[in-house]
T-cell receptor, first 116, second 108 residues
Framework: NAGVMQNPRHLVRRRGQEARLRCSPM?????VYWYRQLPEEGLKFMVY????????ESGMPKERFSAEFPKEGPSILRIQQVVRGDSAAYFC??????????????FGSGTRLTVV | GQNIDQPTEMTATEGAIVQINCTYQ??????LFWYQQHAGEAPTFLSY????GLEEKGRFSSFLSRSKGYSYLLLKELQMKDSASYLC?????????FGTGTRLTVIP
């Protein structure tokens, strides 16, 4: 049973390009969470999705960032027109249900985005 | 809103005991997780507390006081491999909130 799979592991983009980060949750998990971790900082919640639904996007920047979790396929975090400040590690986590009290999260290995 | 406070850095000696404190304020609180994160790696689950009191799991124990908004992680018989960041993560309504983490350095 594979864990949470994120790809790519490392991504380099020039300013103004688009970045697409992918996350496949653990088998049987239908809840996906994206977090961003800036160097020397804590994990900041971005968005919580279930299949085909965005449940909570209160941590997403209002512009350039979007997320989806289609019925088929991985969850995608999309960053348009990247800027140097977007350089960070982006972690995806999944859970089998809303009851975090019972399950907590399983994290993927993250995608390290570098904007040059 | 939410607020999570834990020390930024701690240093302890191999074989010793260290306690990492965390105070928190979150809405929709149900319980509190502790995660370990080695540099450049994903956070990994250490412990979970939903009721007040101490949960012991091998060398690691975690304590929660819901009324005080306080938790601590206790690490015993420290090993060099315990050098990592330790993240306090209280639950919110829909997700976990993470503090900036405590970077623990274990020295010989």
């Amino acid at each position: 049973n594979a864990g949470v799979m994120q790809n790519p592991r490392h991504l380099v983009r020039r300013r103004g390009q688009e970045a697409r980060l992918r996350c496949s949750p653990m088998k049987g998990h239908s809840h996906v969470y994206w977090y961003r971790q800036l160097p020397e900082e804590g994990l900041k919640f971005m968005v919580y999705l279930q299949k085909e639904n965005i449940i909570d996007e209160s941590g997403m920047p209002k512009e350039r960032f979007s997320a989806e979790f289609p019925k088929e396929g991985p969850s995608i975090l999309r960053i348009q027109q990247v800027v140097r400040g977007d350089s960070a590690a982006y972690f995806c986590a999944s859970s089998p249900g809303l009851e975090l009290a019972n399950y907590g999260y399983t994290f993927g290995s993250g995608t390290r985005l570098t904007v040059v | 809103g939410q607020n999570i406070d834990q020390p930024t850095e701690m240093t302890a000696t191999e074989g010793a005991i260290v306690q990492i404190n965390c105070t928190y304020q979150t809405s929709g609180f149900n319980g509190l997780f502790w995660y370990q994160q080695h540099a450049g790696e994903a956070p990994t689950f250490l412990s979970y507390n939903v009721l007040d009191g101490l949960e012991e799991k091998g060398r690691f124990s975690s304590f929660l006081s819901r009324s005080k908004g306080y938790s601590y992680l206790l690490l015993k018989e420290l090993q060099m491999k315990d050098s990592a960041s330790y993240l306090c993560a209280p639950t919110g309504a829909n997700n976990l909130f993470f503090g900036t983490g405590t970077r623990l350095t274990v020295i010989p």
